[in-house]
């Protein structure tokens, strides 16, 4: 079974093998990435675990402040030190609490942003391989069925025995573009969901922190 596989692709018109090498290529970058991209979520769920519970344990947000801008903040903490800056200027012009809110708000959600498109980065290309793959297969295993209908021009009577050949190796290019497809499509919502759920908490935790200025305000 493993040697007529090989056999099939060794036996394909060279174009058919250059559709069958790029989506092989597109997968193994396809899986890199999950592997990568997986990872990365994890930590970013972790690291928001931590910071978290360091600034629900009571820490004077000062000292948080000054030990994550020491640090090499990442995620959730850029979101804090974006915020508590800000903060931090408008207590010294003792700003109303509403404009505290504002100008807090204004600045953590660019940093929400800016941490959100991180974790958006190289996404789109488990999108773009999903949606293209079955296409590049399709064409692959068209080109290879011309060539075997094509072939049955130079004999007098055509069999199956010898069309089937070049249709399955022309069929294996389209199992092919699905087996770099389906996992980049799968990947991709999953990892989308996630990166939602991650978004929402962040939001959340904007809206604790200026709720908790602007207390802060209103008993200064």
Same mark, same amino acid.
């Given at each position: 079974?493993?040697d007529?596989?090989?056999?099939?692709?060794a036996?394909?018109?060279?174009?058919?093998q250059?559709?069958?090498?790029l %989506?092989?290529?597109?997968?193994?970058?396809?899986?890199?990435?999950?592997?990568?991209?997986?990872?990365?979520?994890?930590?970013?769920?972790?690291d928001?675990?931590?910071?978290?519970?360091?600034?629900?344990?009571?820490?004077?947000?000062?000292?948080?402040?000054?030990?994550l801008?020491?640090a090499?903040?990442?995620?959730?903490?850029?979101?804090?030190?974006?915020?508590?800056?800000?903060?931090?200027?408008?207590?010294?012009?003792?700003?109303?609490?509403?404009l505290?809110?504002?100008n807090?708000?204004?600045?953590?959600?660019?940093?929400?942003?800016?941490?959100i498109?991180?974790?958006?980065?190289?996404?789109?290309?488990?999108?773009?391989?999903?949606?293209?793959?079955?296409?590049?297969?399709l064409?692959?295993?068209?080109?290879?069925i011309?060539?075997?209908?094509?072939?049955?021009?130079?004999?007098?009577?055509?069999?199956?025995? %010898?069309?089937?050949?070049?249709?399955?190796?022309?069929?294996?290019?389209?199992a092919?573009?699905?087996?770099?497809?389906?996992?980049?499509?799968?990947?991709?919502?999953?990892?989308?969901?996630?990166?939602?759920?991650?978004?929402?908490?962040?939001?959340?935790?904007?809206?604790?922190?200026?709720?908790?200025?602007?207390r802060?305000?209103?008993?200064?």
């Amino acid at each position: 079974m493993t040697d007529s596989l090989f056999g099939l692709i060794a036996n394909a018109s060279l174009l058919v093998q250059a559709v069958m090498a790029l %989506l092989m290529l597109a997968s193994l970058a396809s899986w890199t990435l999950i592997f990568q991209k997986r990872q990365e979520l994890n930590q970013a769920e972790e690291d928001a675990d931590n910071f978290e519970s360091r600034f629900w344990s009571g820490i004077d947000l000062a000292d948080l402040y000054k030990q994550l801008a020491k640090a090499e903040a990442a995620g959730l903490e850029t979101v804090f030190l974006a915020g508590y800056k800000e903060s931090a200027k408008l207590f010294k012009l003792r700003a109303p609490p509403h404009l505290i809110a504002e100008n807090v708000e204004r600045a953590m959600r660019v940093a929400i942003g800016r941490a959100i498109e991180n974790l958006d980065a190289r996404l789109p290309f488990l999108a773009t391989v999903g949606s293209t793959s079955p296409y590049v297969g399709l064409f692959g295993t068209v080109w290879g069925i011309m060539n075997s209908f094509r072939a049955l021009g130079d004999v007098q009577q055509a069999t199956l025995a %010898l069309v089937a050949p070049g249709i399955a190796e022309a069929l294996i290019a389209t199992a092919m573009g699905l087996f770099a497809a389906i996992p980049a499509v799968i990947a991709y919502n999953r990892f989308s969901t996630h990166i939602d759920r991650i978004q929402r908490r962040y939001d959340n935790f904007a809206e604790e922190f200026i709720c908790l200025l602007q207390r802060k305000a209103i008993e200064l």
